[in-house]
Each structure stands twice: as structure tokens, then as C-alpha cells.
């Protein structure tokens, strides 16, 4: 039996959801409950989604972005023991990035409902259903189902009155352009035809940002949002970036910082070292787009007029090479083709024209000579195609195709980010200029953006370029004139 005070307090937590996460905290976690404004921020903002929803009213999907370490996933583990306390029969998908991470998730929800506080509190309000009763999906006697799914999953035998999103995409999986394209497609296609009512059945994701193009960016770009994002600091620079604005307050009462206590100052600095610059912009700030924190830097790169680098050549022919990386798909979700038209003089390197599209195999083999011919290209002139699968068909077809000289470039033998830091040192000694065209601003919007960024060809197209240019790469494999 039930003391009244201990049926005051039930009442409590049934009633509100941040009551209900304090009090049940110990019953999922072993460490002591580090309490601090957002947890209750996000605890009544989530109470309003699951009020709504018992109210039968329509609402938009969910988009959280917090940093990492501060208990958003044991926040929302305890929502769903809460919607089905509230809701017995609530149908629940709970989801990640792995199928590993979402049974983990599930085993806290059951853990919670089967604690012996929470039965006393609320005796024969939950009985599971003894014949489903698993770690990956459990049902209760009121027909309550709680399933799991993960990314890339079909999610497939029950339709959801929520839908929780924890984590669709890992850090390790963020610079994998397949990885991120899986995760958007598994929200777009998968998880939105899982609802049992597209108005009313609310979609709930949280995660950090990872990438320009990760599954935040991809939900903001294509659908109107319930959004809240909480960076770890808020400066005078970056007040923009904090959703809803009403969190503001709580900042300035807390010297501009999200937690004091787990990320401080120093904390925060400590990160950006063991992070990078990039991944410390998209993690702890949650903010990809900055481009101040990428590997480039717009002022490394002078533009000049095409008249000013007339004056540099004063009348001497000049000659121009070329560097691929090419894609062959029309598919704007995948990689372009980028093509970089270039010449270095007196140990200065001035790139003509950056040139990004999506072509079929046969469009790219028309257009590069198109390309050659209006970026100076003469009997001199080589075309450096990088050596995946693609570039080796383009290489072996250009044999049937113009006067060419086509070399197979060096295969890289280090990832992207290395490549990069690798030119580095050439870059900073404003050793590139940019003859000004149209193509100049996407050009730096993508150095800038990288490695967050949705595309990297461009990117490829200049490391290969000024490797070549530095003497870091060996000889080509293969070179061959073709006719």
C-alpha cells in the first residue's frame, strides 16, 4: 500500500515530466544526477509535445542540438516511461544510429517501468505482456507496444504515436557522404511513413551537429521544426544560434556558458584542442557553418582581375594544366564532378576557373574539352584525372576523345583532412590567387566549409593540384596523349 505522501508524489511526477526525471533518475542511472537549467528547459518544452499530442492536436516534428555528456538520451529514455505512464497504450518507436544503441536505450525504458519504485508508485498501471516481452520490444496488457529500430532499418510491423530519434548518425559516420545520405533517407522515406497519424504523431530528434549535411541539417532545410539548439558557449558572435530565443536568459545568468559545471570554460577550450577546429565548431558549438574554424581561410586567397594577371605574364604564353575528380551521376545526392583549371609562375599558383557539376559518363566526356578549351588549354596542357574507379574509365576513354594529355594522378595515400593540412603551408604563404569570376565565391564557400561541408570535390580538386605543385606526390602511373 501507498502512504499518502507517496501517493502525493506520484500524482507529482505523472503530472510533470522534470519531477518525474528527477525522481526516477536512480532507478536507470548509477551516477549522481547533475542538475542544471537546460535539463529542466528540455524537460517542460517536452511535456508541452506530449500534452499536445494527448490534446489530439496537430504539431510539428522535433529538432534538438545539444552537445555531447549532457544527459539528453537519459532525458529522453525516461519520456518515453513517462508517455506510456500517462498513455498506456502509446505505440513507440525508439531509434538510433545503431541497433546496439537503440536495444541499450529500450533496456533503460523497461528497466524504469519494472523498477520496484515505479510499480509500487503505480501498482497494475503497467503489466507487460508476458508473450512480448523483449529487449528490442516489449508490450503492456493496454496494447502499449515499445519497438526499436535503427538507421538504416525498416522499422517495419507497427505504426508510432512517437518517435524517438536518439542519435541518428555518429561522430566516426559524419564524414562518410554514404553514411549521411543513409541517415537522411532513413528519416525521410522510413521513419515518416511509420506515423499513425502524419498530423498528430510527433517525431522527436536529438543529436548534436556533426556536418553541414548531417540529418539536423537536412530536417532544417526541408521541413518547418519544434527547434531547439543549445551550443556549449554563447558569445556576442554567436546569440543567433540558440533556439528558442527565450533560452537567452539562462546563458547570461550563467556567464554566457550552457553548464557551467560540466563544460566551464576551460573544458570547452580542452575540447576544441583534442576535437580540431571543425569538429569543435559542429560538436560543442553546433554550428557547422562556421567557417572561421575550418581548415582554409578566405584571406589566404587573394582575388585578383584577370587584367592584373595579364600583368604578371606581360604578354608570355602561359600554361595551363587541369585536375579532375570526376563522379559520372546526375544524382545531386552524391558527389559532383569538380574540374580545376590552373598555372603556377614564379612559385605562385593562380587557378583560372573551379568548375563543379553533375554529369553522366558521356555529358563529362563532351564537356571536358569545353572546359580545356575556354581555360587557355594548348598543345602543352595536361589534364591530371584522380585515379578511382571513375577517373580510370574517363583516363582509358579519353584515347578516342581531342588532343589531350591525360595523366593518371598519384593515388592519395592519406585521407582528406591530412591532404589538406599537407598544402597547407603553401596556402599560408599567400602563395594561391583566385582570378576573379563567378566561380570564385562557391569555390572558397566550400574551402571554408571543409570539412563540414555537404560536397569536398572542389576541395580535391586543389590538394591534388598543389601537391603536384609542391613536389609532395610521386610520378604519375600512367600518361598518355590522346587523339
Known amino acids: ?102 536495444i541499450k536505450n529500450a533496456g533503460k525504458v523497461r528497466e524504469c517501468l519494472k523498477s520496484q519504485r515505479f510499480q509500487k508508485a503505480y501498482p497494475k498501471r503497467i503489466v507487460f505482456d508476458r508473450d512480448n516481452d523483449g529487449k528490442s520490444k516489449f508490450a503492456n496488457q493496454e496494447k502499449g507496444v515499445y519497438y526499436t529500430s535503427s538507421t538504416g532499418g525498416t522499422a517495419t510491423g507497427l505504426h508510432s504515436d512517437f518517435i524517438i530519434n536518439d542519435d541518428p ?81 539562462y546563458y547570461d545568468a550563467n556567464g554566457g556558458l550552457l553548464d557551467p559545471n560540466r563544460f566551464n570554460d576551460a573544458v570547452i577550450d580542452s575540447y576544441k584542442v583534442e576535437l ?34 595579364q600583368a604578371v605574364t606581360k604578354g608570355q604564353n602561359v600554361l595551363w594544366n587541369y585536375d579532375a575528380d570526376t563522379a559520372l551521376t546526375e ?11 590552373s598555372c ?23 564537356y571536358l574539352p569545353v572546359f580545356l578549351g575556354r581555360n587557355g588549354y594548348t598543345s602543352g596542357s595536361t589534364l591530371y584525372i ?8 574517363v583516363f582509358q576513354s579519353m584515347q578516342k576523345r581531342g588532343k589531350v594529355l591525360v595523366e593518371e594522378a598519384p593515388a592519395p595515400s592519406t585521407d582528406k583532412v591530412q591532404r589538406a593540412h599537407n598544402v597547407l603551408p603553401y596556402i599560408y604563404q599567400n602563395k594561391v590567387k583566385l582570378i576573379d569570376g563567378s566561380w570564385v565565391v562557391p569555390f572558397l564557400t566550400e574551402l571554408t566549409g571543409f570539412p563540414n561541408a555537404a560536397h569536398d570535390d572542389r576541395v580535391d580538386t586543389l590538394t591534388q593540384c598543389l601537391a603536384r605543385v609542391m613536389g609532395l606526390t610521386n610520378k604519375a602511373k600512367r600518361k598518355m596523349r590522346v587523339y
Open 344 to 366: 603556377t609562375i614564379d612559385g605562385i599558383t593562380y587557378i583560372r576557373e573551379s568548375y563543379c557539376d553533375w554529369m553522366e559518363y558521356e555529358t563529362l566526356l563532351d
Open 1 to 102: 500500500m501507498r502512504s499518502v505522501q507517496e501517493a502525493i508524489v506520484a500524482e507529482d511526477c505523472r503530472r510533470n515530466f522534470f519531477t518525474f526525471f528527477c525522481t526516477y533518475w536512480p532507478e536507470i542511472e548509477a551516477a549522481e544526477l547533475q542538475l542544471n537549467w537546460h535539463i529542466q528547459f528540455l524537460c517542460d518544452f517536452l511535456q508541452g509535445v506530449v500534452e499536445r499530442w494527448e490534446r489530439k492536436e496537430a504539431q510539428d516534428d522535433v529538432l534538438i542540438n545539444i552537445v555531447f555528456g549532457l544527459s539528453k538520451s537519459t532525458i529522453l529514455q525516461l519520456l518515453e516511461a513517462w508517455i506510456t505512464l500517462r498513455t498506456p497504450s502509446a505505440k513507440i518507436l525508439g531509434t538510433s544510429y545503431s541497433r546496439e544503441i537503440s
Open 331 to 341: 544524382n545531386t545526392s552524391n558527389d559532383p564532378t569538380a574540374l580545376l583549371a
Open 276 to 309: 580540431g577546429p571543425y569538429a569543435f565548431a559542429a560538436q560543442v558549438m553546433q554550428n557547422p557553418a562556421d567557417d572561421s574554424t575550418g581548415i582554409f581561410k578566405k584571406p589566404n586567397f587573394e582575388i585578383i582581375t584577370w587584367e592584373q594577371f
Open 386 to 393: 584522380e585515379p578511382k574507379a571513375n577517373g580510370k574509365s
Open 169 to 249: 548518425l555518429s561522430a566516426k559516420q559524419a564524414n562518410s557522404l554514404l553514411k549521411r545520405t543513409s541517415a537522411n533517407d532513413y528519416i525521410s522515406t522510413t521513419l515518416s511513413s511509420r506515423k499513425t497519424d502524419k498530423s498528430r504523431t510527433v517525431t522527436i530528434t536529438v543529436m548534436q551537429r556533426l556536418h553541414l549535411d548531417d540529418p539536423s541539417g537536412y530536417l532544417l532545410a526541408k521541413k518547418k521544426l519544434q527547434h531547439i539548439c543549445l551550443p556549449a558557449r554563447v558569445t556576442a558572435d554567436n546569440r543567433h544560434l540558440v533556439q528558442p530565443q527565450s533560452a537567452l536568459p
